[in-house]
Nanobody
């Protein structure tokens, strides 16, 4: 079992930054690829980024490329999503999820999900 807890969400003005954290329980985080997803009210869930278990492979949605950066520290059992130049359309509940490295496309099969953290971008 792996439990994931997101934190770091909040209210930020357009153009601002937030760093989300996905903290894992236990000692198995290093086995898993981690995906960040978001869901806005009335919209389908959207994949934001995916980082492989060792951090060597990273993918981003086109909508966040150049603005968001994902990283991980397996020793600290933590994955980060640095979000810069935030836009109102980034407003959503953000989730992290863990799954196998060995699937295509990356982060398409996920076994564990966090509870989500709200990000609101508004002036």
């Amino acid at each position: 079992q792996l439990q994931l807890v997101e934190s770091g969400g909040g209210l930020v003005q357009p153009g601002g930054s937030l760093r989300l954290t996905c903290a894992a329980s236990g000692n198995r985080l290093h086995y898993y690829a981690i995906g960040w997803f978001r869901q806005a009210p009335g919209k389908e869930r959207e994949g934001v980024s995916c980082i492989s278990s060792n951090g060597a492979k990273i993918h981003y949605a086109d909508s966040v490329k150049g603005r968001f950066t994902v990283s991980r520290d397996n020793a600290r059992k933590t994955v980060y999503l640095q979000m810069n130049s935030l836009k109102p359309e980034d407003t959503a509940v953000y989730y992290c999820a863990a799954g196998s490295d060995y699937v295509a496309p990356p982060c398409s099969i996920l076994d564990y999900w966090g509870q989500g953290t709200q990000v609101t971008v508004s002036s």
